[in-house]
């Protein structure tokens, strides 16, 4: 039996999906990229092909297929196109894994058809946990299949619990490095650009999560999605703010003593510790060195000025569909922010709003949770139309 574990990566031409190529291409004799799938970048897409020669790929944009087909004749990929095969595709008998890299929503069905065909996920989605947190986690253990968190903070929670899954956990501490908007104020905020607020201080991340990081909603989101990968009450996740990115999280158990995880913002890492777990293994990234950061701070969160988390921690609480609705609101105002459509403070308006008007469903099914975020993008569209 064959010891190279097999991954399908969902989303390989993003942020996440490219680095973890990088990990596969430094590890040959442990991995290999048996499908990559892309929305619309096609070119990076073929370019991936050639170079990792998986079994297949999926270009989700249909009007691409012929194009995509017509570059990679010459090699033997097989190619599929539509969001339909990108759901499909994580059922190939051949593969071990499936690294959930999509961004937002997109997420939610290819992630759910992986585990129902039994698939191991490293889940670099937090949308999916977000949506359906509840549906997720049952069916994961209904197939018994295992979730690896690669989020570098959830990621630091797991590791922190590595040998200690039998020790009730007191709380959770996410860090957050405060964006690029750290101390400023409600007024400065408000005629912030796109431009200013794609700048992250710390991480290179793709366009959505940057301007989440810069909201805040990133940390709300996790917050969430922490309450389904660990099992928690809204009360035992904290929110600390770590500019320096260094420590990661924090787990506190009930005998008061504390674990960290910490290390330099390399997402490389997290990725790879999902793939190999319960290994460790060698890499070549740069290592963190104590001279170098003489002094690592933490604050507390504003979440009067970043309204976002509260709104998250709200959604939390609330519980049903709240969370589903919060999410699709979200993606809809950070699209009408990078397309200048409304200002940086209007995307919690939005959300707020938009929450308050979408019907509460306490134990909502799939079909309930697609409805709501049908519903809660049209509402959105209507009041974006509005500001």
């Not at 031409?13 to 490219?18: A, D, K």
Request: glycine share 6%; hydrophobic share 40%; aromatic share 8%.
């Amino acid at each position: 039996m064959s010891t190279i574990k097999r991954v399908a990566i969902l989303g390989s031409t993003g942020s996440i999906g490219t680095q973890a190529l990088e990990v596969i291409q430094q590890h040959p004799e442990k991995f290999q990229a048996e499908v990559l799938t892309a929305q619309n970048n096609k070119e990076l897409l073929i370019e991936q092909a050639i170079q990792f020669q998986p079994n297949a790929v999926v270009i989700g944009n249909e009007g691409l297929y012929q194009e995509v087909t017509q570059r990679l004749s010459a090699y033997p990929i097989k190619v599929y196109t539509g969001q339909d095969a990108i759901a499909s595709i994580v059922e190939m008998d051949s593969i071990d894994i499936v690294l959930t890299a999509l961004v937002g929503y997109a997420g939610l069905i290819p992630t759910l058809r992986a585990i129902a065909a039994g698939k191991p996920i490293a889940l670099a989605n937090k949308e999916t946990m977000v949506v359906a947190g509840d549906l997720v986690t049952r069916l994961a253990r209904e197939k018994a299949v295992n979730i690896y968190p690669v989020d570098s903070e959830h990621s630091a929670i797991f590791q922190c619990l590595v040998g200690e899954f039998h020790n009730p956990i007191e709380k959770i501490i996410l860090t957050a490095s405060g964006g690029p908007f750290r101390g400023k104020d409600r007024s400065f905020l408000a005629g912030v650009t796109k431009e200013q607020a794609l700048k992250h201080p710390n991480w290179d991340m793709g366009a959505k999560i940057t301007i989440d990081s810069a909201s805040l909603m990133n940390k709300g989101l996790e917050v969430i999605e922490a309450k389904w990968l660990f099992g928690l009450e809204t009360n035992q996740i904290e929110v600390v703010v770590h500019p320096q990115s260094i420590i990661h999280s924090l787990v506190q158990f009930e005998d008061g003593s504390m674990k960290a995880q910490l290390g330099l913002p390399d997402m490389r890492i997290p990725i790879q510790f999902a793939l190999s777990y319960p290994d460790r293994i060698k890499s070549s990234f740069p290592r963190f060195d104590f001279a170098n950061y003489p002094n690592l701070e933490f604050e507390q969160a504003d979440e009067e000025t970043f309204r976002n988390l509260r709104l998250a921690y709200n959604a939390l609480e609330k519980g049903g569909n709240t969370a589903c609705s919060l999410n699709a609101a979200n993606e809809m105002a950070v699209a009408a922010f990078l397309q200048d459509r409304i200002k940086f403070l209007e995307m919690s308006d939005l959300i707020e709003q938009t929450m308050e008007k979408i019907g509460f469903i306490k134990t909502p099914s799939l079909d309930d949770l697609i409805q709501t975020d049908k519903e809660t993008r049209k509402l959105s569209e209507e009041i974006i139309s509005r500001f």
